[in-house]
């Protein structure tokens, strides 16, 4: 074909003229020997002293890492022994052992950490095994998946290094395809400053940090056939997923030739996963250094000659916001510049830099510390250390490694040694950092918090955004374990949308095989498809079927022969490689039911507050033309969804509504049991003894498929109708609830509501006014026991970061053991009330990062950073055994310590409007001091007192006193500005924020640290944050991995604190 032949001709071109580059040329400019496959046994020639030190870091990495990332895989790569990864790996390690001498380029990175590329697995996993424990730091979208059959990555010369090629770093030629346009350009791998390049109308850039998976061959398939593209590409076709400016982005790449694409491929694969591995935590600080070190070299190298003049250490300083005066500089430079050349060359640039970074508080925290032994910090400065600043419970074996650990084989620890032990894994602020799920797995589901997502189709707006596949991907990449599908009728098959919008639509079929694919790469434990379906019976069959077809043995389904008695719910152990489907079970819904308009399309948890989950009959097609929608129609689409919404709850259900049309009217619900068959017998007789509706009359037979409810096994939706005594819910039974009617359940029988999720599953949702698709904060709901509390994952707001902090736990399993408080029989635990203080002393920053504009390019105008740090206390609403109409003003004084702060900022880091960003009533924050309360407080509470459960039944026990609530609080203080400095800011002040706490559930209390600029408006990105529990914060002297606001670590950027946490005696 043309396109291709012409790429043939230009890879050619670039190719020869890589053949006659001069210097140390390591590779020839044919496609074979470009190719790092081709001659494993060749030797490629290094005079450089750089990236060798990376290598002999690498070889520290603990064994199950390396085997881990050693088995990592290239997305259609083909299968290789086992036996031959590991002689491989063995090889490699002793080639590193006997090798002399340095290399000095980045990319010099042994081949033994493997690119860790998304496992997919083929089957459902009967157990988590070995394979499946993640090593070092977790590597949050790509661990290994427990999958049967799962092909090794291509193989990669035994016993060399990694070098990337030559070509690779001149540029070649690829056709960039969108939906629009096929436009070729030249790509370039900047190995030392970890991006891939191309020009366009602009110069171009995608930090390799920020790509979050890489797409190959058949993984990349569902992109090419949407751009409808022949087969013939898919060989070498590469599609790379990353974030820019607070977005996922998609780059589709067609590589020029087979050989060039392996390149590409391997080389980006390995590089990506360095930099992954340091973006998953603390540690590997020579390499980390050594990153640092050639990205900042290389950028400040002007000239290109590897000399730095004091002027272009000067314009260095100023990017890393070193503002310190020119004569301090040049004395550095001075210092640094040993031989009085005038100049600094590499190593000379590394002490620069040495000093630059130098620790004064460190070194005084030290000097304190040794002073207690007359100035030698032994091994009993050490222990004193852990015991009483960091509340360490090694025991002194363990200890005692740990010392000998740092201090090698001295009797003594160094500055240098305890500088490097703060900055270490071994002192990780999240003390649940290790990978290994360790909560016990065998307890039933309702016991557990769980992972969850809403729309998970949109990866937008809720009224104009796209329904795709990579909703479903990213979200179950990062271990969430409940996706949301709206299921109405197609063309052909069953179709995903937000109805009566002007979203996309995009297949059931394709949502199911993103599943299997993705469902168990991050985690083993079972995935809940939450549906809402609105499709006719036939339809209903066939979602059924493709289901059945897709997901085979992993799908949970009832035999007909041989009935389930459920006694409770099984555990997540249990389920391991599990999928189960919750929707409403029709033939299972009361007599008042047929009363009212649940079932109708308008109540539909995606766009109301009601908590209906089932439409019998399809609705009217959407219009799919979206690139021609005018603002006024989107405007009107949102107006028409807002009204629907308004109007739940309005009308009694005996109030007269207008009439269906032919297309959205539903089905009327039953009011007795339909006639049993060998498979439903058992489920619709507990249906059989409700009353019939006033006529006396039998309601016509649901319009539900016998085959969907088939697959209803341990999640059948039914109508929340109350939680009293004569409500029987059973154990499989579970309800959906709105953001609206949770809080007003808050407010009037939370402990009633604790209770029901003792056993049974609760799911929340996101109220339809949310149509920007932002996020309420989940902890105030997982404070009620409700285990599956979900979110709109495709924005990074205050509610994302929160649900991400609790997820973080538990080795990212999605799956979280509730406190003890709330799945204890007894309401003892919750009686408990105790007043904290947590005292966060903010010592220093390093360095900080700079903001980015839209390309992903520093923004270098702006003059100087001066930065402060904002600290806040996200506190849930708590059970209380008395009525609390408010916050009692006798714990609202704060201590005057602190820099209060004087204006309450949006949630979601400024991303959210007040308005939407605010709460249902309950909550209050700390302002000036005081706790500021909502003033539509009383309005609400009159609201609430009236208010009943769907279908009549009541919220609280029909007898017996009513217990209260605590109302939720935000608690935000911050420091003092530090001015001119964004490099090694010092603050060293000290936070005091006071909080209460029910049942000792810090598990739901949490922390969020933010860096801002001086000068930040309203709405602008913090610099820098770090979000966390308390229940999983470690105490004492600690550095926080700060993350921008998509939650994606900075490689160099960490904050300096101490944290201490004491209770309040009465």
Request: charged share 25%.
């Amino acid at each position: 074909m043309d396109a291709e032949s012409n790429d043939d001709i230009f890879a050619g071109r670039m190719l020869r003229r890589a053949e006659n580059i001069s210097g140390d040329n390591e590779q020839r400019g044919d496609d074979a020997d470009d190719d790092p496959l081709a001659h494993p046994g060749r030797r490629v020639r290094r005079t450089n002293t750089f990236g060798f030190s990376i290598m002999r870091k690498l070889q520290e990495v603990k064994s199950d890492a390396t085997r881990l990332l050693g088995r990592s895989r290239s997305l259609g790569g083909r299968s290789a022994a086992a036996t031959t990864v590991t002689a491989s790996s063995n090889a490699a390690t002793d080639a590193v052992k006997n090798r002399r001498g340095h290399a000095h380029s980045l990319s010099d990175v042994h081949q033994e950490l493997r690119p860790q590329g998304p496992v997919h697995s083929e089957s459902a996993p009967a157990a988590l095994s070995d394979n499946h424990r993640r090593a070092l730091s977790d590597v949050q979208e790509q661990v290994m998946s427990p999958s049967v059959e799962e092909p090794p990555p291509p193989p990669l010369k035994p016993a060399e290094d990694v070098v990337v090629p030559q070509l690779l770093q001149l540029g070649t030629p690829m056709t960039k395809v969108s939906a629009k346009t096929h436009k070729k350009a030249v790509f370039r791998l900047d190995a030392d400053l970890g991006q891939i390049v191309w020009e366009s109308k602009q110069h171009k850039i995608i930090p390799i940090e920020t790509i979050k998976e890489i797409r190959t061959g058949s993984d990349a398939r569902y992109y090419r056939e949407q751009f409808q593209l022949s087969q013939d590409y898919e060989d070498r076709w590469l599609t790379i997923v990353y974030i820019l400016d607070g977005n996922y982005k998609t780059l589709h790449l067609i590589v020029a030739t087979k050989d060039v694409f392996k390149m590409w491929e391997t080389t980006l694969r390995q590089l990506h996963t360095i930099r992954k591995e340091l973006m998953t935590g603390l540690g590997n600080l020579e390499m980390r250094q050594a990153l640092w070190e050639k990205q900042y070299w290389k950028g400040a190298d002007e000239e290109r000659d590897q000399k730095l003049s004091f002027d272009e250490v000067e314009k260095l300083c100023k990017r890393l916001n070193i503002n310190s005066s020119q004569d301090d500089l040049r004395r550095l430079f001075q210092q640094a510049d040993d031989q009085r050349r005038g100049y600094l060359d590499f190593d000379d640039f590394r002490r620069f830099v040495k000093l630059l970074k130098g620790r004064p508080e460190v070194h005084r925290l030290y000097n304190k510390l040794k002073a207690r032994n007359g100035g030698d910090f032994d091994y009993g400065v050490f222990e004193l250390f852990m015991r009483e600043k960091q509340k360490s419970t090694l025991a002194r074996e363990e200890l005692e490694a740990l010392f000998q650990k740092y201090a090698k084989l001295s009797t003594t620890m160094s500055l240098e040694a305890f500088n490097s032990f703060l900055l270490s894994p071994d002192n990780a602020v999240f003390s649940d950092q290790h990978a290994q799920v360790h909560h016990d797995m065998t307890l039933p589901l309702s016991e557990y918090f769980i992972s969850s997502s809403h729309n998970t189709y949109l990866v937008g707006h809720q009224l104009v955004g796209d329904s795709t596949i990579e909703g479903y991907i990213r979200a179950l990449l990062h271990s969430c374990r409940s996706v949301e599908v709206d299921i109405y009728d197609g063309d052909v098959e069953p179709m995903i949308f937000h109805g009566k919008t002007f979203t996309s639509k995009v297949s059931l079929r394709e949502v199911c095989e993103a599943i299997k694919k993705y469902g168990f790469v991050a985690s083993p434990y079972p995935i809940i498809i939450s549906a809402e379906v609105h499709c006719s019976l036939p339809h209903q069959d066939m979602i059924a079927k493709i289901m059945i077809s897709v997901f085979g043995d992993a799908l949970v389904r009832e035999n007909p022969d041989n009935p389930i008695s459920i006694e409770a719910l099984p555990s997540p152990e249990e389920l391991k490689g599990k999928i189960l489907l919750k929707t409403k079970n029709l033939f299972l819904s009361s007599s008042s039911d047929s009363a009212d308009s649940d079932s109708s399309f308008t109540d539909q948890s995606s766009t109301s507050a009601s908590e209906s989950e089932f439409v019998a009959e399809p609705v009217g097609d959407v219009p799919s033309d979206r690139k021609k929608r005018r603002p006024s129609v989107v405007k009107a689409a949102g107006v028409t969804v807002l009204q629907r919404v308004k109007s739940i709850g309005k009308h009694p259900p005996s109030a007269s509504r207008p009439p269906a049309s032919p297309r959205t009217t539903s089905a009327p619900l039953p009011s007795s049991k339909p006639p049993p068959t060998p498979f439903s017998a058992r489920r619709l007789s507990e249906s059989a003894g409700r009353p019939h509706s006033a006529q006396g009359h039998h309601p016509p037979k649901p319009k539900m498929s016998l085959a969907l409810v088939a697959l209803l096994v341990y999640t059948v939706g039914v109508k929340c109708r109350g939680l009293n005594k004569k409500e029987h819910y059973a154990p499989e039974h579970m309800f959906s609830l709105s953001e609206t009617m949770t809080n007003k359940m808050i407010k009037v029988g939370m402990m009633d509501l604790i209770k029901h999720t003792r056993s049974h599953l609760v799911r929340i949702y996101p109220k339809g006014t949310r149509v920007s698709s932002s996020n309420y904060e989940p902890h105030r709901f997982w404070a009620t026991g409700a285990q599956l509390v979900a979110l709109n994952w495709q924005t990074f707001d205050l509610g994302y970061m929160i649900n991400h902090a609790m997820f973080q736990r538990n080795g990212r399993s999605g799956f979280v053991l509730k406190p003890l408080a709330l799945r204890a029989p007894s309401k003892d635990l919750l009686l408990k009330r105790t007043q904290h203080v947590l005292q966060a002393t903010i010592i220093s920053a390093q360095q900080l990062p700079r903001p980015k504009n839209a390309l992903g390019h520093e923004i270098m105008s702006g003059g100087s950073v001066h930065p402060y740090v904002e600290v806040a206390l996200y506190v849930p609403d708590w059970p209380a055994a008395a009525a609390v109409p408010g916050v009692s003003r006798s714990n609202s004084r704060v201590s005057a310590r602190a820099n209060v702060m004087g204006r309450k900022r949006d949630s979601g880091l400024g991303m959210l409007s007040p308005k939407l960003g605010s709460l249902e009533g309950s909550s209050t924050s700390v302002v000036g001091g005081s706790v500021a309360t909502n003033e539509k407080e009383k309005e609400k509470e009159k609201e609430v007192k009236g208010s009943t459960a769907p279908h009549g039944g009541s919220l609280v026990p029909p007898s017996g006193p009513a217990l209260g609530y605590i109302p939720g609080r935000t608690i935000s203080f911050k420091t003092s500005t530090v001015k001119n400095n964004g490099f090694n800011p010092v603050w060293e002040e000290k936070l005091t924020l006071p909080f209460e706490c029910v049942g000792d559930m810090m598990d739901l209390v949490f922390v969020r640290f933010v860096v801002r600029r001086q000068d930040d408006k309203e709405g602008d990105e913090p610099l820098a944050v770090y979000c966390a529990s308390l229940g999983s914060l470690g105490r004492g002297y600690r550095h926080l991995p700060l993350h921008d606001s998509q939650l994606s670590q900075f490689l160099f950027s960490t904050l300096f604190v101490r944290i201490h946490l004491a209770e309040l005696k009465p």
